[in-house]
């Protein structure tokens, strides 16, 4: 269906091991599952930074959504747009 959203999600080795980078993937893809109209019709790109390992779950989701809602006002469609998350741990660039 070309109405549903995309993600990508980046983690890079400087935020910890194997398993720490998946089990951030996991919160963060769980997050956006769970509220997809935060991304509906928008191709997402999270790119996580090294501070995320010290955050926790609501700390996270509190994070991805209040960014999303932001990202949401912004009426650019045909430009990248990059926004910080309020705790400083991620980037999100939206096409």
């Known amino acids: 269906n070309d109405a549903e959203g995309?993600?990508?999600?980046t983690v890079p080795?400087?935020?910890g091991k194997a398993h720490v980078r998946n089990k951030i993937k996991r919160q963060?893809?769980?997050i956006l599952r769970t509220?997809?109209?935060?991304?509906?019709?928008?191709?997402?790109v999270v790119v996580v930074?090294?501070?995320a390992s010290a955050a926790t779950f609501s700390?996270?989701?509190s994070d991805i959504i209040e960014t999303c809602k932001r990202l949401k006002d912004h009426k650019m469609p045909t430009e990248?747009?990059?926004?910080?998350f309020p705790s400083g741990?991620?980037?999100e660039y939206s096409i």
């Open 59 to 61: 700390e996270l989701q």
């Open 6 to 9: 995309k993600i990508g999600i």
């Open 28 to 30: 963060i893809r769980h």
């Open 13 to 15: 080795k400087k935020v």
């Open 35 to 44: 509220n997809p109209s935060l991304f509906f019709d928008k191709i997402l």
């Open 80 to 84: 990248r747009k990059r926004l910080r």
């Open 49 to 51: 930074r090294d501070s």
């Open 89 to 91: 741990a991620y980037h």
